[in-house]
């Protein structure tokens, strides 16, 4: 019998910061580090190595990774140095070297273009571990009722107030053979519904050959995969083709669903914003949308307090909010950024004047929304059942209603990952109740 007893995997804590599109790059890095023998570790607290994936597309986002930097270099066995940590994402390719000399306390930093060295840089700090045998490569790891799954990363589009083209670089369409892999794992593990992201799916295909767009990609997709949800998020206006509202139209398992970012209507505004439009267009986009597809759940996201925007300009944003035309708004103080040419703009608003706007137009949203949400009164809603209260009570979503932003709806039945019609029998302001 041998005496030698095996020496435990050193274990990975990955923590993730910002948006849904990090969560898929941290679920990436989690399976390469799984894949070559790394244990991912429950609490950041018992890892060998800290990943800190963090946001920096706006101020507070950043101030928010490097709180939770700090946290982390903070831990006992970091400061005994038993572990190590690590800084990557959003911020170090936002920052660059700039910040090795800024977080003396990070070991390494991975920005977002390096994460498929994740298990190198890991090995270079705690050392190799076995290759895993056991993980089934085309599997995902765990059931969720929902999966994003990114299609495209970077931007081409250099909206004046925006950094991501700088973090993210330029737009790059993923070949479709690599997100239906993504597709196909999380289906065979029970996920229930794709939420394609990206930060501007509308141009999915543009620089493959093939001729290839997104109407095609969730077209292919929805006949693959006919017992999953699809849901498309972040489509700028111009890519609201009819070709795709079609596909939207004939097929049940495609979320009836478009979140279009306009980020204002005024001209003058979107004009200084690089992005194009104004409030007629977008009626009129609306209006084409709705004939095509019937019934169908809206959501934008606005800027307030623009550089420049007049008292004229925010008025006629408040308008258009108050027209009802959207079931779902999001609503964000301009943030001011380095680097981006909004940052030189005159008429810079001062940070109070800002938040009021912001806060006067979430109002607004809130008072045309929920009439809207208030429609689906005594209709059919199919529910994907995502969890339970305390007390029992379960709840979901329904096709109009997106993951983390548009709230749930109550059922009585249902276990996580079950599908059960309802008829919506109540609402308040964006919460839903099935009979
Ligand atoms: S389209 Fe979106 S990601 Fe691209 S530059 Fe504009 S705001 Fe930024």
Not at 174 to 202: C, H, M, N, S, W
Not at 246 to 269: F, K, T, W
Not at 391 to 397: A, C
Request: glycine fraction near 8%; include cysteine.
């Amino acid at each position: 019998m041998s005496a030698t007893s095996a020496k435990a995997a050193p274990s990975v804590y990955i923590l993730t910061m910002g948006c849904a599109k990090n969560e898929v790059d941290s679920a990436s890095m989690a399976r390469s580090l799984k894949a070559a023998g790394y244990r991912m570790a429950d609490d950041a607290a018992e890892a060998d190595a800290v990943i800190v994936n963090t946001c920096s597309f706006i101020q507070s986002a950043t101030e928010e990774s490097i709180e939770a930097i700090f946290e982390a270099a903070s831990l006992p066995r970091m400061e005994e140095g038993s572990a190590a940590l690590i800084v990557a994402g959003c911020m170090p390719a936002r920052y660059g070297d700039d910040l090795s000399e800024e977080l003396t306390e990070a070991r390494a930093f991975v920005p977002c273009s390096r994460e498929d060295d994740i298990v190198a840089v890991v090995e270079g700090l705690v050392g190799p571990a076995e290759p895993a045998g056991n993980v089934p490569p085309d599997v995902a790891e765990s059931a969720h009722t929902f999966a994003y799954v990114k299609i495209s990363d970077g931007c081409d589009r250099f909206c004046s107030y925006c950094t991501i083209p700088f973090i993210r670089g330029r737009y790059r369409s993923f070949p479709y053979e690599d997100i239906r892999a993504e597709v196909a794992r999380e289906v065979a593990a029970g996920t229930r519904e794709i939420v394609l992201i990206a930060q501007d799916t509308g141009r999915w295909g543009d620089d493959l050959e093939g001729g290839r767009d997104l109407a095609w990609l969730v077209d292919a997709l929805a006949e693959e995969f006919p017992d999953t949800w699809l849901r498309v998020m972040y489509l700028q206006p111009e890519g609201v083709t009819d070709r795709l509202l079609s596909v939207m139209a004939a097929r049940e398992n495609v979320c009836s669903y478009l979140d279009i970012p306009l980020q204002h209507v005024d001209d003058g505004i979107l004009r200084a914003m690089n992005r194009t439009g104004n409030a007629a267009e977008f009626r009129a986009l609306i209006e084409r949308i709705e004939a095509a597809v019937p019934g169908v759940t809206l959501r934008t996201t606005l800027i307030a307090g623009f550089p420049g925007e007049t008292e004229e300009q925010f008025e006629e944003l408040l308008d258009f909010v108050s027209e009802g035309l959207f079931h779902y708004i999001g609503v964000f103080p301009y943030s001011r950024e380095e680097g981006t040419r909004a940052y030189k703009l005159p008429g810079q608003l001062d940070e109070e004047e800002k938040a009021e706007r912001a806060q006067i137009l979430r109002d607004a949203a809130d008072a045309a929304c929920a009439p809207r949400i208030a429609e689906r009164i005594g209709g059919a809603a199919r529910v994907l059942v995502e969890g339970a209260e305390e007390d029992g009570q379960r709840f979901g979503r329904a096709q109009c209603q997106a993951p983390d932003v548009d709230g749930v709806t109550y059922v009585s039945h249902g276990e996580p990952g079950d599908i059960v019609d309802t008829v919506i029998a109540d609402t308040l302001l964006y919460e839903m109740e099935g009979e």
